[in-house]
């Protein structure tokens, strides 16, 4: 059972680059979040989608995107990066909207 | 907009001894309250909720309380054990919007 599957676990960018965070789910379901998790600041949502070729943004959006074509798939995409960006990233998914959100072990991102 | 807001962001607690992790809420609507447990380099896991037409919900040695007068929710465990230290979360479901969620308190249990 992999559940939510985040590549990659660590990466570290210069400013001005570009990088894709990858994140898998198994489980047949149609919500899929992305959450960046920075220190004493809790989980604020980049980004979510309630089915493939649907998306919408959350809380913090700017300087990302989000894309889903499939519904195992949403990758979020980082441009242009910038140090207010090095952080813990979560992705999630869920069956609906009420209840328990899975969640991928996090991708520690670090902007230099 | 709904807001949850845990006010304490660190807690210790002597092992056997009981853990009472706060959450506060700032409007009145009627949904459900989780609870999520977070270990470092993991992500967050799911371990409790409450529906808001309830005042008690009870897992094991778990047990979330519901003030809705206060607008305030409580996570008791009991007995604390070492492998309780984590930081826990409190999260608000619409049930129509994503969770929101708090800033988290991180348990300490020493045993």
């Known amino acids: 059972n992999a559940g939510v599957t985040q590549t990659p676990k660590f990466r570290i960018l210069k400013i001005g680059q570009s990088m894709t965070l990858q994140c898998a789910q198994d489980m047949n379901h149609n919500y899929m979040y992305w959450y960046r998790q920075d220190p004493g600041m809790g989980l604020k949502l980049i980004y979510y989608?309630?089915?493939?070729?649907?998306?919408d943004k959350g809380e913090v959006p700017n300087g990302y995107n989000v894309s889903r074509s499939t519904t195992e798939d949403f990758p979020l995409r980082l441009e242009l990066a910038a140090p207010s960006q090095t952080s813990v990233y979560f992705c999630?998914?869920?069956?609906?909207?009420?209840?328990?959100?899975?969640f991928g072990e996090g991708s520690r991102l670090t902007v230099l | 907009d709904q807001q949850v807001k845990q006010n304490s962001p660190s807690l210790s607690v002597q092992e056997g001894r009981i853990s009472i992790l706060n959450c506060d809420y700032t409007n009145s609507m009627f949904d459900y309250f989780l609870w999520y447990k977070k270990y470092p380099a993991e992500g967050p896991t799911f371990l409790i909720s409450?529906?808001?037409?309830?005042d008690k919900n009870e897992d094991g040695r778990f047990t979330v309380f519901l003030n809705k007068s206060a607008k305030h929710l409580s996570l008791h465990i009991v007995p604390s054990q070492p492998g309780d230290s984590a930081v826990y979360f409190c999260a608000y479901d619409s049930g129509n919007t994503p969770l929101v969620f708090g800033k988290g308190t991180r348990l300490s249990v020493i045993a």
């Open positions: 989608s309630v089915g493939a070729g649907i998306t």
């Open positions: 999630a998914s869920s069956y609906g909207w009420a209840g328990e959100l899975f």
């Open positions: 409450i529906s808001s037409i309830k």
